[in-house]
Structures are given as structure tokens and as C-alpha cells.
């Protein structure tokens, strides 16, 4: 078992296990389309999400990633969309869990290199699976592989791993 310990912006001395091989040993209902590295390299949180986080996670996540050196830039996302909220309304809505204050893709992030919190990951798995119903309403309302019909939505789900470029 590994011990990784994190120490950036938003975390100073936290420690996790990696308790499962990374990539592998999801949970059966869990089955993203993407994995972190390939959500960096396609644009996601306006390049700015993980840019302070880089010593924590794989060298080859960030190979090709769209990261902004300065403030988030929508630009930036696979469908030049600004599909994110700030983080002021994920606290209030309270997504967010202590162990990973950046929410859900720093969640994903560490669930993929092998870290396991059963109850959050339990949390985390439902709200992944919550975001199928865009999925659904992109299917309903675009024809089949116009990936800028509905750029918004399709961002989004691409913040969630899924890849609607194939819908």
C-alpha cells in the first residue's frame, strides 16, 4: 500500500492510501468513459483545475493537458463552453467533502490512482451516475455526432467523464 501526502493551495499535510491498482478495481457500477488524463488533454475547468496539483498525480496526466498559466479560460474547454460552477455554490449545496475540497474530479482523480472511502465513494458514484440524464437529453435533442449541438451540456459531461462526442 502506498501513502500519498498532499500538500497544495487547498491541502497541507493530507495523507491517503492507494489501496487499489490505479485504473482498475472500480466499483461495478462505475464505468467512466474517460479517464483523468484524457479529461486534462481535452479541456476541462477552463485549464484550471488541477494546476497547483501536479506533484500529486501521474507526469503523463499532463502531457498534452489544456492548463491556463493565469485565470480559468473557457476557451480553453473541449466545446469552448463555460460549464462550471463556482466553487462558493458547491460548498453551499454541500458536494463538497473535506477529503477533497476541489470536488467531484479531484474525487475521481484519487479513486483512479487507487484510493477507496467507501461511503464517499458511494456518494460520488450516485452523483456520477445522476448526470446520465444529460446524456439522455442530448440524444433526445441533437442529431446523432454534432458535438456543438448543445455545448453547454456536453462540457459538463465531460467534466463528469463521459464523452458524449460519441452520441
Same mark, same amino acid.
Request: contains cysteine.
Given at each position: @500500500?502506498?501513502?500519498?501526502?498532499?500538500?497544495?493551495?487547498?491541502?497541507?499535510? $493530507?495523507? $491517503?492510501?492507494?489501496?487499489?491498482?490505479? #485504473?482498475? /478495481?472500480? /466499483?461495478?457500477?462505475?464505468?467512466?468513459?474517460?479517464?483523468?488524463?484524457?479529461?486534462?488533454? !481535452?479541456?476541462?475547468? #477552463?485549464?484550471? $483545475? @488541477?494546476?497547483?496539483?501536479?506533484?500529486?498525480?501521474?507526469?503523463?496526466?499532463?502531457?498534452? *493537458?489544456? !492548463?491556463?498559466?493565469?485565470?480559468? %479560460?473557457?476557451?480553453? %474547454? &473541449?466545446? #469552448?463552453? /463555460?460549464?462550471?460552477?463556482?466553487?462558493?455554490?458547491?460548498?453551499?449545496?454541500?458536494?463538497? %467533502?473535506?477529503?477533497?475540497?476541489? #470536488?467531484?474530479?479531484?474525487?475521481? &482523480?484519487?479513486? $483512479?490512482?487507487?484510493?477507496?472511502?467507501?461511503?464517499?465513494? *458511494?456518494?460520488?458514484?450516485?452523483?456520477?451516475?445522476?448526470?446520465?440524464? +444529460?446524456?439522455?437529453?442530448?440524444?433526445? %435533442? &441533437?442529431?446523432? !455526432?454534432?458535438?456543438? &449541438?448543445?455545448?453547454?451540456?456536453?462540457?459538463?459531461?465531460? +467534466?463528469?467523464?463521459?464523452?458524449?462526442?460519441?452520441?
Amino acid at each position: @500500500m502506498r501513502i500519498i501526502e498532499v500538500n497544495d493551495k487547498m491541502q497541507r499535510g $493530507y495523507r $491517503y492510501a492507494l489501496s487499489a491498482p490505479a #485504473g482498475a /478495481d472500480f /466499483d461495478p457500477g462505475f464505468k467512466p468513459d474517460l479517464t483523468p488524463g484524457q479529461m486534462l488533454r !481535452l479541456g476541462v475547468f #477552463g485549464g484550471k $483545475y @488541477m494546476t497547483d496539483t501536479r506533484s500529486e498525480f501521474p507526469e503523463e496526466w499532463f502531457a498534452g *493537458a489544456k !492548463l491556463s498559466p493565469g485565470k480559468r %479560460n473557457p476557451t480553453l %474547454n &473541449c466545446f #469552448g463552453a /463555460d460549464a462550471s460552477q463556482p466553487l462558493s455554490v458547491w460548498r453551499a449545496k454541500g458536494w463538497i %467533502n473535506p477529503d477533497d475540497p476541489r #470536488g467531484w474530479f479531484q474525487w475521481y &482523480c484519487r479513486y $483512479y490512482l487507487g484510493r477507496r472511502l467507501p461511503g464517499e465513494d *458511494a456518494r460520488q458514484i450516485g452523483r456520477w451516475k445522476a448526470m446520465r440524464r +444529460h446524456v439522455a437529453q442530448i440524444i433526445s %435533442n &441533437c442529431e446523432r !455526432l454534432d458535438v456543438w &449541438c448543445r455545448r453547454r451540456q456536453r462540457q459538463a459531461l465531460l +467534466h463528469w467523464a463521459y464523452d458524449s462526442r460519441t452520441l
